[in-house]
């Protein structure tokens, strides 16, 4: 079935610092969105991309949609201590699996002050 | 409310019962998805129901799991006959689009099966 690899699987850096995070999969995807999740609350949108090659900013976030179509990346510069949570990959191949969103298996973010 | 709600947000069974968890999504959404995530893992994608048509349930992992969603709206998640294994978090998420794009995701609830 489709898979979605994301990596790192945990992260622990200081307080200032920039991260990136990134899924691969071998399949074709239409959209990809990622979204962060903090103790006991539902994952939050951060970024959604629906075009190859897209690269979109939300503050601090930058997300790419890889031109292959089977890989993003998420960038956060100068983190801060809020920053801290789950971030997952997630995407869509669309067609006879539209409604089905494929999710990575997160990278825990944790960050020194 | 202004979000997609869940309830409950804990649920303590024993096994064998059967339990129904509830997803009230934002309103005027036409999709509405079940994920059950486990601990430290990712989602795993369960159902989706995308306004009149049927719902999709590739992802629903027996029998003993079940779901409908009245009038367009509301959703119940029903698992019969509950196994130590169905503990994890089950989150229902709403999209105004299709093509499950932009989903808003509820709490969850915490299902503990003891």
């Known amino acids: 079935g489709q898979q979605l690899n994301q990596s790192p699987q945990s992260m622990f850096i200081q307080e200032g610092e920039d991260v990136s995070m990134n899924c691969t999969s071998s399949?074709?995807?239409?959209?990809w969105l990622w979204y962060k999740q903090d103790p006991g609350e539902g994952p939050v949108l951060l970024i959604a991309?629906?075009?190859?090659?897209e690269l979109t900013s939300n503050g601090r976030l930058t997300a790419q949609f890889g031109i292959t179509r089977k890989d993003s990346f998420l960038n956060i510069s100068a983190s801060i201590p809020s920053d801290v949570g789950i971030y997952f990959c997630a995407a869509n191949a669309g067609g006879t699996s539209y409604g089905k969103l494929t999710f990575g298996q997160g990278t825990i973010l944790t960050v020194h002050p | 409310g202004a979000g997609v709600s869940q309830s409950p947000s804990n649920k303590v069974t024993e096994k064998g019962k059967d339990v129904e968890l509830r997803c009230d999504p934002i309103s005027g959404h036409t999709a509405l998805y079940w994920y059950r995530q486990s601990l430290g893992q990712g989602l795993e994608f369960l159902i989706y129901f995308q306004g009149n048509s049927a719902p999709d349930k590739s992802g629903l992992p027996s029998d003993r799991f079940s779901a409908e969603r009245t009038g367009g709206s509301v959703s119940t998640l029903t698992i019969q006959r509950t196994q130590q294994e169905d503990s994890a978090v089950y989150l229902c998420a709403s999209s105004s689009q299709q093509g499950g794009t932009e989903a808003f995701f509820g709490q969850g609830t915490r299902l503990t099966v003891v």
């Open positions: 399949s074709i995807f239409n959209t």
């Open positions: 991309l629906y075009k190859a090659g």
